[in-house]
């Protein structure tokens, strides 16, 4: 079992920041959290669920969508079985609700994350 919670949504204005954090909970005989790549992923009303950004295990390697390359930071602490992810200079169209996932696979594809948090809700007003 691995459950994901997400926090750190709210509304801001566009321009600010905000960063997200995901507590992570491993109840497995065979894996902890450092097993794990994560990802964070996020959805806007009427449209599909888009990667926004991944780390490895190690925080060796991160990834980004285009979409967040230069304004967004992401980072793990798996001394705490955190994932965090830092949004500056948010935009309108960053409004969405945000997930981070879990896998033990490929980073970059969200069919290979097993497991979701729940969401957490970002708003950018102008």
């Known amino acids: 079992q691995v459950q994901l919670v997400e926090s750190g949504g709210g509304l801001v204005q566009a321009g600010g920041s905000l960063r997200l954090s995901c507590a992570v909970s491993?109840?497995?005989?065979?894996?902890?959290?450092?097993?794990?790549?994560m990802g964070w992923f996020r959805q806007a009303p009427g449209r599909e669920r888009e990667f926004v950004a991944a780390?490895?295990?190690?925080?060796?390697?991160?990834y980004f969508a285009d979409s967040g390359k230069v304004r967004f930071t992401i980072s793990r602490d798996n001394a705490k079985n955190t994932v965090y992810l830092q949004m500056n200079s948010l935009k309108l169209e960053d409004t969405a609700v945000y997930y981070c996932?879990?896998?033990?696979?490929?980073?970059?594809?969200?069919?290979?994350?097993?497991?979701w948090g729940q969401g957490t809700q970002v708003t950018v007003s102008s």
């Open positions: 996932a879990a896998t033990l696979g490929a980073l970059g594809d969200a069919n290979n994350y097993s497991y």
């Open positions: 491993v109840r497995t005989f065979s894996t902890s959290f450092s097993t794990y790549h």
């Open positions: 780390i490895s295990r190690s925080a060796s390697r991160t």
